[in-house]
């Protein structure tokens, strides 16, 4: 079984930057996809960024320009660096990942506990 740990949260003002961390632990054979998504309170759950197993990435149109996502293959970790911040960008931030823990097996997806960030105004 795979477990996803996030680190990296916080509170930070209004134009201030943080770097989310995220280890997938356990029996791992290869990972796919990594991604993060946000949560704010009574808002659903939304896709921020998301990056291949080759490295090419993609992010909502509201994070262009402010957030990098990357990666650590040699890992099993995902990064989200945040800068720029705004206060509208305080929620729960997920880190989500395609597993297989062995070449026989399917992929699965697997979901971190989840990190808060804070943006002050």
């Known amino acids: 079984q795979v477990h996803l740990v996030e680190s990296g949260g916080g509170l930070v003002q209004a134009g201030g930057s943080l770097r989310l961390s995220c280890a997938a632990l356990?029996?791992?054979?290869?990972?796919?996809?990594m991604r993060w998504y946000r949560q704010a309170p009574g808002n659903q759950r939304e896709l921020v960024a998301v990056i291949t197993s080759g490295g090419s990435t993609n992010y909502a149109d509201s994070m262009k320009g402010r957030f990098t996502i990357s990666r650590d293959n040699a890992k099993n970790t995902v990064y989200l660096q945040m800068n720029s911040l705004k206060p509208e960008d305080t929620a729960v931030y997920y880190c989500?990942?395609?597993?297989?823990?062995?070449?026989?097996?399917?992929?699965?997806?697997?979901w971190g506990q989840g990190t808060q960030v804070t943006v002050s105004s």
């Open positions: 356990g029996r791992i054979f290869s990972i796919g996809a």
């Open positions: 989500n990942a395609d597993c297989r823990a062995s070449s026989g097996t399917n992929w699965v997806a697997s």
